[in-house]
């Protein structure tokens, strides 16, 4: 189990006892290496794409947090992991969001193409 830390610990300490901090989550250094390692190229793959290389269509991406925990969860592809979870929820109800919108967006026009319909 990772024990909670505090994001204000000294890393220099943590790390004289062989620690390290990934947020407010004390891991032992050896875990918090292949952290580093797993996470370092989906960065920098990120990077690229956030200056609009490395897209097929050559847009620039941008970053919010929701979007690199998505991200995250969609590289990692365990399902024991809540970050796989939280992409395999948020991808199924953005896509039901979309279609609300769009429903809405279809019952708002036809509303004012027919002004008797607008009447409750």
């Avoid at 990934?22 to 292949?34: A, M, R, S, T």
């Avoid at 490395?54 to 970053?63: F, H, I, M």
Wanted: hydrophobic share 30%; net charge neutral; proline share 5%.
């Amino acid at each position: 189990m990772t024990p909670n830390g505090d994001f204000n610990i000294d890393g220099a300490g943590l790390r004289r006892k062989g620690l390290n901090r990934i947020g407010n989550l004390v891991v032992p250094n050896d875990n918090y290496c292949k952290f580093e390692d797993w996470v370092m190229p989906i960065l920098d793959k990120m990077v690229e794409e956030q200056e609009g290389n490395g897209t097929e269509d050559g847009q620039r991406a941008r970053w919010t947090p929701s979007k690199v925990i998505d991200r995250l969860g969609k590289e990692i592809n365990d399902e024991s992991s809540i970050l796989y979870w939280a992409h395999k929820v948020t991808s199924k109800l953005l896509g039901r969001f979309r279609l609300l919108g769009l429903n809405a967006d279809t019952v708002s026009c036809s509303r004012t193409k027919s002004p008797s319909s607008a009447q409750p």
